[in-house]
């Protein structure tokens, strides 16, 4: 079972805010400042307006009423913890995907609570009563169909495939549903005639695999086919942590670059730390105009959850990079390769261990974070001294 939150933030601020209810509202960056918008109420989806769509082209599609929010993750994550809290107590195996999704099996529990139908009926109406939020449920043999199934009748929805139903139910679908299918792989299959899913399940394999490649074409020849991974792992866990900013204007000044970064160290710390994790890759991506990206990586020898370290082994690679005096037109950071994933690594014979950071640092994290979970992001910060020329 896939379930899925309904436009989770913008629902959670009309919960909230009784008299925003049936008013387009849009959470994200704030109206002419450049940014996009994280998610929207359905009222605004009816303008046109989606998620990862920028803010300036949302607020001319948008009536004047529109409500715009800045998101409060804090407050989304202690909703999130709720529904989580719900779905434990239906099944033992549940595998949280994101703030607003989650996997759920199923298996066995007919005899508990009834056919897959009764437990969807029952999941939505437990998370409707804690949290007085509306959730879709996708029920299938598998996480592909389960997912696609709680995306069929959106929003409030709820879509059992059985597996004798999967073909049926994948053939008229569009293309870009299955997993791989993207900017480079869709144009190839159009050339050939293909549109829907059933017509690329209709296609030989060893055709697929000549011009998509071999681990690509055996991919979408499964996928086709409803073949997909059916394991609910709790213990599966998000890549990376991230954070970046889109700035209003393009900006040259390298002490901008250097606050922005530290924000956002600090930003990923926090929820690193809140989640339990410490990570050992620290990654900096860097736009320019018009959408020309670089993603540049540091291992460290220690993982971490340190806003300090983080900032540093970021900016650090920012200093080392031609990029000065280059308009940026995005900066930001994330932390991945979470502690254990190096398990039974030999160190090498000189290599001395990492100096473990101070306590006094680790109270300060843990003082910070106090203050921001009572009081809210943005009340306190870390003081850090600048590297850059004012």
């Known amino acids: 079972m896939h379930v899925d939150l309904d436009a989770f933030y913008a629902a959670v601020e009309q919960r909230d805010r009784p008299e925003w209810r049936g008013l387009p509202l849009v959470v994200g960056a704030e109206p002419g400042k450049r940014g996009v918008v994280a998610t929207c109420s359905y009222e605004a989806r009816a303008f046109g307006v989606h998620s990862a769509m920028p803010m300036a082209e949302a607020v001319r599609r948008l009536p ?11 407050h989304y994550m202690r909703v999130s913890r709720q529904i989580l809290t719900v779905l434990d107590g239906i099944s033992p195996v549940v595998e949280k ?40 449920v996708g029920i299938g043999p598998n996480r592909l169909i ?6 069929a009748q ?27 299918v993207g900017a480079k792989t869709a144009p190839k299959l159009a050339r050939l005639g293909l549109q829907t899913v059933g017509d690329v399940r209709r296609l030989p394999l060893e055709e697929l695999r000549r011009h998509l490649g071999a681990r690509a074409g055996t991919q979408v020849h499964l996928q086709a086919r409803g073949i997909a991974d059916d394991h609910v792992d709790p213990r599966r866990t998000r890549k990376s942590i991230s954070k ?11 002490w ?33 105009r018009p959408f020309e990206t670089h993603t540049r990586s540091q291992t460290l020898k220690a993982p971490t959850a340190s806003d300090v370290e ?18 940026v037109r995005l900066i930001g950071l ?29 109270r300060l994290d843990t003082t910070l974070d106090a203050i921001r979970d009572k009081f809210g992001a943005g009340r306190i910060q870390r003081g850090l001294p600048r590297r850059s020329p004012s």
């Open 64 to 74: 004047p009423e529109t409500v715009y929010v800045r998101p409060a993750m804090e």
């Open 97 to 136: 995907v994101s703030i607003d999704e989650a996997f759920v099996d199923i298996s066995g529990l007919e005899r508990l609570m009834g056919p897959p139908e009764v437990i969807g009926r029952t999941v939505k109406a437990r998370i409707r009563e804690a949290v007085g939020l509306r959730a879709s």
């Open 146 to 151: 389960a997912k696609l199934a709680s995306d």
């Open 154 to 180: 959106k929003p409030d929805g709820l879509t059992v495939v059985a597996a004798d139903q999967v073909g049926s139910f994948l053939d008229p679908m569009p293309l870009g549903v299955l997993r791989g």
């Open 244 to 254: 970046e900013t889109t700035f209003a204007a393009d900006v040259t000044h390298g």
């Open 256 to 288: 901008v670059l250097e606050d922005s970064l530290r924000w956002a160290a600090q930003e990923v710390g926090y929820w690193a730390r809140h989640e339990g994790r410490k990570g050992r890759v620290v990654t900096l991506k860097i736009r320019f």
């Open 310 to 327: 983080i900032f540093d082994a970021a900016w650090t690679l920012f200093r080392f990079e031609p990029w000065a005096g280059r308009p």
């Open 334 to 362: 994330g932390i991945s390769g979470w502690d254990g994933a190096d398990a039974g690594r030999q160190l090498d014979l000189f290599e001395t261990a990492a100096p473990e950071p101070p306590r006094e640092r680790e």
